[in-house]
């Protein structure tokens, strides 16, 4: 929705309107615990608000005086607007140092031999669960959209001193190449990846097509970055034990 239809909207009908990436950027802030994770949220919300803001400043504006006046309403929608930037300036400088921070250990572990797996799917598909399984990483686990709101990494070993770091990437969704849900910060960490493990809900349980699934996401993988899309894949399906055989057709999934 543009601004002007949220706003339209909001008159008519007399309560606060949310689209869909309002009503997803909310699920984050309320969810998000670690440092990284609070600030990616944050300056997702500032960066939507900015245009919006902008969008109710002609109402506000009328507020002024006579020609070559600037009306209270609009001195105060330009304040406003000088204290997001200033404080998207501020958080886009602590993410990065964060990013740095983040680079410089994947480079050590690049230079110690020690490759990267990503984990990726649908949000709620059981992800969490996959990683807390194949290694000691405790990310937190449960039956809800959006749990994870930063990747969650653990070492995984296959014998002989031998292993690779699994990558747990939050739940990409549609738009994500675009930037929807944090979409450009989860996609950043998949593009350091070398295999894509891509977990979905077998059982459909969601209501939710795996197929359909696997199909988006390649898609919004190709959209960011066509390698991406070509790189070499593992399908996991999970949720077998709550699979019910009538309802999925296996055969076509496989």
């Known amino acids: 929705l543009s601004p002007a239809q949220m706003r339209n909207l909001e008159e008519m009908l007399g309560t606060k ?50 020609i070559g006046t600037r009306g209270p ?10 204290h997001i930037r200033r404080r998207i300036q501020y958080l886009s400088e602590n993410l990065q140092k964060l990013e740095k921070r983040r680079l410089a250990m994947h480079d050590r572990r690049q230079k ?10 649908y949000t709620n598909v059981g992800k969490s669960t996959l990683l807390s399984v194949i290694s000691s990483a405790r990310p937190k686990i449960a039956n809800y959209h959006f749990t994870t709101l930063s990747p969650m990494l653990g070492v995984v070993s ?44 077998i059982s459909q349980s969601e209501g939710r ?34 699979l019910d055989r009538t309802q999925v057709d296996i055969d076509a999934f496989e």
């Not at 699920?27 to 500032?46: H, M």
């Not at 959209?223 to 894949?233: F, G, M, T």
């Open 112 to 121: 110690n031999g020690a490759q990267a797996v990503a984990i990726v799917g």
């Open 73 to 82: 309403g609009e001195t105060k929608l330009e304040t406003d607007k000088r």
């Open 209 to 242: 097509n795996a197929i359909e699934d696997i199909r988006m996401i390649n898609a919004e993988l190709e959209k960011y970055n066509p390698e991406l899309a070509a790189r070499p894949q593992i399908i996991a399906a999970n949720k077998c034990d709550i």
């Open 158 to 201: 296959v014998g002989d001193g031998k292993g690779f770091v699994a990558a747990d990437i939050p739940g990409l969704i549609e738009g994500a190449s675009e930037g929807l849900g944090l979409g450009h910060d989860f996609l950043r960490h998949v593009d350091r990846c070398r295999l894509l493990i891509h977990v979905v809900d």
């Open 17 to 66: 309107v949310m689209d869909r990436t309002m009503l997803i950027l909310d699920i984050f802030a309320a969810r998000a615990l670690s440092n990284e994770g609070k600030i990616q949220v944050e300056l997702a919300q500032l960066k939507y608000s900015l245009p919006r803001l902008a969008g109710k400043g002609t109402s506000l504006s009328r507020l002024g005086g006579g």
